[in-house]
């Protein structure tokens, strides 16, 4: 089977205040991919910009302009559902290619592993370290709290210069074989931001699929250059930390009647 076609891969990106970093995000995929048959979408959740430089300068992509921030979950699915891609890579626009993460993604998601559903990058950061939390142990009560005394369990992990199968990789660039993405109907929306990729990850894993960290293969992500306000963020992280153990809480009682 010849995977290097057309309906190979769909990278779809998510912007919302982040078209300087949009564009050297996809400059870099071209750049750096010698498979060039894939297809990029780019889902506009900002609607103070219509991404016209972007579209004339990168012709091959499709633009889906929204009227305002639908979350990104939600425009996650909506390039899902307008993909024509075996393999979906959802991907942060600032984020950088490294090296030929498509044919990474390609080979490793679709030939060398049936049981893998997901597989997540080494993501660095603009000072060359490993960007903590890009992977880790699935959340708990116990986790948070650790967490917030800098006790990272996960350390460790994220850490790995050996290819390991973990609980959940960042959804900054994500990969996952479309026939999965279906099957779980996709990001949980009521997540607007942070955790959907926790929740993909745990929902995958529940169907007996694998999750890789592909430690060997980076991707830079400068990470939170979307220019939003930082107290919002961490009362939105804490939001979605707590639905998710709710949700997480009430499947794990459903599985025991």
Same mark, same amino acid.
């Given at each position: 089977?010849?995977?290097?076609?057309?309906?190979?891969?769909?990278i779809i990106i998510?912007?919302?205040?982040?078209e300087?970093?949009?564009d050297k995000c996809?400059?870099s995929i071209y750049?750096?991919?010698?498979?060039?048959?894939?297809?990029i979408i780019?889902?506009?959740n900002?609607?103070?910009?219509?991404l016209?430089?972007?579209?004339?300068k990168?012709?091959g992509?499709e633009?889906c302009?929204h009227?305002?921030n639908i979350?990104?979950?939600?425009?996650c699915n909506y &390039?899902?559902?307008?993909?024509?891609g075996?393999i979906?890579?959802?991907?942060?626009p600032?984020?950088r @290619?490294?090296?030929d993460y498509?044919?990474v993604?390609l080979?490793k998601?679709?030939v060398?592993?049936?049981?893998?559903?997901?597989?997540?990058?080494?993501l660095?950061t603009?000072?060359g370290?490993?960007q903590?939390?890009?992977?880790?142990?699935d959340?708990?009560v116990r986790?948070l709290i650790k967490?917030?005394f800098?006790i990272?369990?996960? #350390?460790k992990?994220?850490e790995?210069?050996?290819?390991?199968?973990?609980?959940?990789?960042? &959804?900054a660039?994500?990969a996952i074989?479309?026939?999965?993405f279906e099957?779980? #109907?996709?990001f949980d929306e009521?997540?607007?931001m942070?955790?959907?990729?926790?929740?993909?990850c745990?929902?995958?894993?529940?169907l007996?699929?694998k999750?890789l960290?592909?430690s060997?293969?980076?991707i830079?992500?400068?990470?939170?250059?979307?220019?939003?306000?930082?107290?919002?963020?961490?009362?939105? @992280?804490?939001?979605?930390?707590?639905?998710?153990?709710?949700?997480?809480g009430?499947a794990g009682?459903?599985?025991q009647?």
């Amino acid at each position: 089977m010849n995977l290097y076609n057309k309906a190979a891969l769909s990278i779809i990106i998510v912007n919302y205040r982040s078209e300087h970093y949009l564009d050297k995000c996809i400059a870099s995929i071209y750049s750096e991919s010698r498979c060039q048959q894939f297809e990029i979408i780019v889902v506009n959740n900002d609607q103070e910009t219509d991404l016209r430089q972007i579209a004339k300068k990168y012709p091959g992509i499709e633009i889906c302009n929204h009227g305002k921030n639908i979350g990104f979950g939600a425009a996650c699915n909506y &390039g899902a559902k307008r993909a024509s891609g075996k393999i979906l890579l959802f991907l942060n626009p600032d984020t950088r @290619f490294l090296n030929d993460y498509v044919g990474v993604v390609l080979n490793k998601i679709a030939v060398n592993e049936k049981n893998l559903g997901i597989i997540g990058p080494r993501l660095i950061t603009d000072e060359g370290e490993v960007q903590e939390w890009c992977t880790g142990k699935d959340l708990t009560v116990r986790q948070l709290i650790k967490n917030n005394f800098w006790i990272t369990e996960s #350390k460790k992990i994220w850490e790995s210069k050996a290819e390991i199968f973990v609980d959940w990789v960042s &959804g900054a660039a994500l990969a996952i074989k479309k026939e999965i993405f279906e099957e779980i #109907k996709g990001f949980d929306e009521k997540f607007f931001m942070y955790g959907e990729d926790l929740d993909l990850c745990k929902r995958t894993r529940d169907l007996g699929y694998k999750i890789l960290y592909y430690s060997t293969a980076s991707i830079l992500h400068s990470g939170g250059k979307s220019r939003e306000n930082p107290i919002r963020q961490k009362i939105q @992280f804490y939001k979605s930390s707590l639905y998710y153990m709710i949700k997480k809480g009430i499947a794990g009682l459903k599985s025991q009647k």
